[in-house]
T-cell receptor, first 112, second 115 residues
Framework: GESVGLHLPTLSVQEGDNSIINCAYS??????FIWYKQESGKGPQFIID?????DKRQGQRVTVLLNKTVKHLSLQIAATQPGDSAVYFC???????????FGTGTRLQVFP | NAGVTQTPKFRVLKTGQSMTLLCAQD?????MYWYRQDPGMGLRLIHY???????AKGEVPDGYNVSRLKKQNFLLGLESAAPSQTSVYFC??????????????FGPGTRLTVT
């Protein structure tokens, strides 16, 4: 069946370092991926998306990498800040389906 | 714009009671969704709607009903609450993916406890 999962449940990084959050997906038909950030007590917030015809996309301090060969994507956060502390989810979609499938999430903790 | 709003924010129910969660969006989105989120888990889709008057089942629909009588509102009903329905419920809305990005905008959540 379809599944989207994460390798690490918790990631601790020092302020100023770069963070890498990983996600594996199993549905080879998935062609659209999104990263969400969820702060405590709030709803998920869109960070960045990528389509399967791309292998890299950059935003402000964030980069998403997609490796379709091994069905893996990652979210890189440059110069991690205390405000980046949250749970990060990847989600995938297959064209002509109206649903996102979410992974279980990775908690990012930033320490001074 | 308020975005996506949810009512109520918190609720405690006794087993067997019923309630309705209300979701409203002011972005004129066609699609709306109800998810539940349990501790340490991701979001699981309960029901969704691709337009006014339409609904469809998601991953975990049992014990829930929905209605989309108006484009801007999506209601989630629990007819007979069970402790297993203790969770945080999130509503989301989006445009159809064919219109470009498939970003789903989420509400702040409703924390429901069933005793």
């Amino acid at each position: 069946g379809e599944s989207v999962g994460l390798h690490l449940p918790t990631l601790s990084v020092q302020e100023g370092d770069n963070s890498i959050i990983n996600c594996a997906y199993s549905n080879s038909a998935s062609d659209y991926f999104i990263w969400y950030k969820q702060e405590s007590g709030k709803g998920p917030q869109f960070i960045i998306d990528i389509r399967s015809n791309m292998d890299k996309r950059q935003g402000q301090r964030v980069t998403v990498l997609l490796n379709k060969t091994v069905k893996h994507l990652s979210l890189q956060i440059a110069a991690t800040q205390p405000g980046d502390s949250a749970v990060y989810f990847c989600a995938e979609n297959t064209f002509n389906t109206d649903k996102l499938i979410f992974g279980t999430g990775t908690r990012l903790q930033v320490f001074p | 714009n308020a975005g996506v709003t949810q009512t109520p924010k918190f609720r405690v129910l006794k087993t067997g009671q019923s309630m309705t969660l209300l979701c409203a969006q002011d972005m004129n989105h066609e699609y709306m969704y109800w998810y539940r989120q349990d501790p340490g888990m991701g979001l699981r889709l309960i029901h969704y709607s691709v337009g006014e008057g339409t609904t469809a089942k998601g991953e975990v629909p049992d014990g829930y009903n929905v209605s989309r009588l108006k484009k801007q509102n999506f209601l989630l009903g629990l007819e007979s609450a069970a402790p297993s329905q203790t969770s945080v419920y999130f509503c989301a809305s989006s445009r159809p993916r064919v219109m470009g990005t498939y970003e789903q905008y989420f509400g702040p959540g409703t924390r429901l406890t069933v005793t």
